[in-house]
């Protein structure tokens, strides 16, 4: 089974930047298409950015032109860069990955990782 790890959430001012990181680990496996997903307190959750396997990326109306995703086949890695936060971006973001091993795919979740914007 592959397991996603995400690092990097923590707590910023306004305007101040994050990088979350995110990397899969397991033998035997393929990722296709990660994604960066996020949970307000009584929200929701909503896809905030999504990479396919060659890169092609796409992301929530909210966070264009802030967040930047990106991936790292080798490592088996995707980061979440992001900039001018506000606080409605505090939520606990999760890493998700659609995984292919063997026969099958399904998609696996991380954790998750709090971002705490203050005002």
Same mark, same amino acid.
């Given at each position: 089974?592959?397991?996603?790890?995400?690092?990097?959430?923590?707590?910023? @001012? *306004?305007? $101040?930047?994050? &990088?979350?990181?995110? =990397?899969?680990?397991? #033998?035997?496996? %393929?990722? /296709?298409?990660?994604?960066?997903?996020? @949970? *307000?307190? $009584?929200?929701? &959750?909503?896809?905030? =950015?999504?990479?396919? #396997?060659?890169? %092609?990326? /796409?992301?929530?109306?909210?966070?264009?032109?802030?967040?930047?995703?990106? &991936?790292?086949?080798?490592?088996?890695?995707?980061?979440?860069?992001?900039?001018?936060?506000?606080?409605?971006?505090?939520?606990?973001?999760?890493?998700?990955?659609?995984?292919?091993?063997?026969?099958?795919?399904?998609?696996?979740?991380?954790?998750?990782?709090?971002?705490?914007?203050?005002?």
């Amino acid at each position: 089974q592959v397991q996603l790890v995400e690092s990097g959430g923590g707590l910023v @001012q *306004a305007g $101040g930047s994050l &990088r979350l990181s995110c =990397a899969a680990s397991g #033998s035997r496996f %393929s990722i /296709n298409a990660m994604a960066w997903y996020r @949970q *307000a307190p $009584g929200k929701q &959750r909503e896809l905030v =950015a999504v990479i396919a #396997s060659e890169g %092609s990326t /796409n992301y929530a109306d909210s966070v264009k032109g802030r967040f930047t995703i990106s &991936r790292d086949n080798a490592k088996n890695a995707v980061y979440l860069q992001m900039s001018s936060l506000k606080p409605e971006d505090t939520a606990v973001y999760y890493c998700a990955a659609t995984v292919s091993a063997g026969n099958s795919a399904y998609r696996t979740w991380g954790q998750g990782t709090q971002v705490t914007v203050s005002s």
